[in-house]
């Protein structure tokens, strides 16, 4: 069966240039980067190149830039490296960020609204800031709906006020332009997997002066701020990735979504239709459910989520869809369709056509 991937917010496929650029490194040049020898300060080069040029991408300083694990683990370092205080984040982040906060026993959080177009109020914010905040969490793209956040406005009351902004900017790089000095932001993760890049490598943007402690402990690694040897074919390959150019899919998942609205009734669409990464297209479809609805696709050869990878298996409906508002019934009826660099405009009437026949086949199963 010729299957059509979907689901790239999810993950992508690392790019060929991409694993060009990496399998030196896990081959000949496979140096631990803190020896002195030879193979040593080949490894460290490979780093510091790397460095240089994803700083130059964010438009950041190199020192500011600290190599993770990746999108969750540069979520939580900056969750539990901010001193004890008020911490201020949104409904619709993702878990490695509200997760990480209920654990921050010594932190009181004010977690902020979304509207019913996914979008967080900047007026909400300035109310919700105090002289004990000592964080403000808020996402740049919000991965199951694709909606973008106000993210310069929002970094912008927190300079005035002098609270450090972090984004999460997982589910914006690849899609659409991401610039710490453009956006205005302290703090910024990233996740190379999103990108085209290899899973369990990601970054951590801090800005100068603005003060986390590690979240883990061990070696001198990445200046003192994260230990841990380095994952050099990760690190080369996650800043080959940031070099590809940017996938603009708008039109692409514009035209599935007017297909939708033309051939499926009681179908709801699920974030701004405007303000988004022009990948990622949500829709509820009322009467069916999800698991129904991914099944149904899977076996048609679609393979689409129904939002974080991560809450596969959990009967409850999507925390994001709730927090926009949605009905139970809706909210358990989504499906998240995104699109990515190898997705072809015939993919998008394949999609629809099998979109079609799965919702009828659920809704005569139901009616029965
Ligand atoms: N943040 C967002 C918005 C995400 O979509 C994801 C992954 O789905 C993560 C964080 C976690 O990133 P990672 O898979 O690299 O841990």
């Not at 940031?242 to 609205?261: C, K, Q, R, S, Y």
Request: hydrophobic share 40%; net charge neutral.
């Amino acid at each position: 069966m010729n299957r059509i991937y979907a689901d790239y917010n999810a993950t992508t496929p690392v790019d060929p240039a991409v694993l060009a650029a990496m399998l030196p490194y896990l081959g000949d040049k496979f140096g631990n980067a803190s020896s002195a020898h030879f193979f040593g300060r080949e490894a460290r080069a490979a780093i510091d190149d790397a460095r240089v040029r994803v700083a130059r991408q964010l438009g950041a300083q190199e020192s500011e830039i600290i190599f993770t694990g990746g999108g969750t683990e540069s979520d939580n370092t900056v969750i539990f490296g901010v001193r004890p205080g008020h911490i201020i984040t949104s409904a619709i982040e993702h878990h490695a960020i509200l997760h990480a906060c209920q654990h921050r026993r010594d932190c009181e959080v004010t977690v902020l609204p979304a509207g019913r177009d996914c979008r967080v109020d900047p007026a909400d914010l300035q109310r919700a800031l105090r002289p004990d905040t000592v964080l403000v969490s808020i996402m740049s793209a919000n991965n199951e709906t694709g909606t973008l956040q106000p993210v310069p406005e929002l970094a912008a009351i927190c300079r005035h006020r002098g609270v450090p902004f972090h984004t999460d900017a997982v589910q914006s790089l690849g899609k659409q332009p991401v610039s710490v000095a453009d956006w205005g932001v302290d703090l910024l993760s990233l996740s190379a997997h999103k990108f085209y890049g290899p899973k369990g490598t990601g970054l951590l943007y801090v800005r100068r002066g603005v003060k986390l402690d590690p979240l883990l402990f061990g070696g001198s690694h990445e200046n003192e701020r994260r230990a841990g040897t380095e994952n050099v074919a990760g690190i080369v390959g996650l800043a080959r990735a940031m070099e590809l150019p940017l996938v603009n899919l708008f039109d692409l998942t514009e035209t599935l979504a007017a297909g939708i609205a033309a051939q499926i009734t009681g179908a709801h669409r699920n974030g701004h239709a405007m303000l988004r990464v022009g990948n990622t297209v949500n829709f509820s479809f009322a009467g069916c459910e999800t698991s129904g609805l991914l099944l149904g696709l899977d076996l048609e050869g679609v393979a689409v989520s129904s939002g974080s990878a991560c809450a596969v298996g959990s009967l409850e409906p999507s925390h994001v869809l709730t927090a926009m508002g949605l009905p139970r019934d809706l909210a358990r009826a989504a499906v998240r369709f995104s699109f990515g660099r190898a997705t072809k405009a015939t993919d998008g009437a394949r999609v629809l056509a099998a979109l079609v026949k799965v919702v009828g086949r659920l809704r005569t199963f139901t009616a029965c």
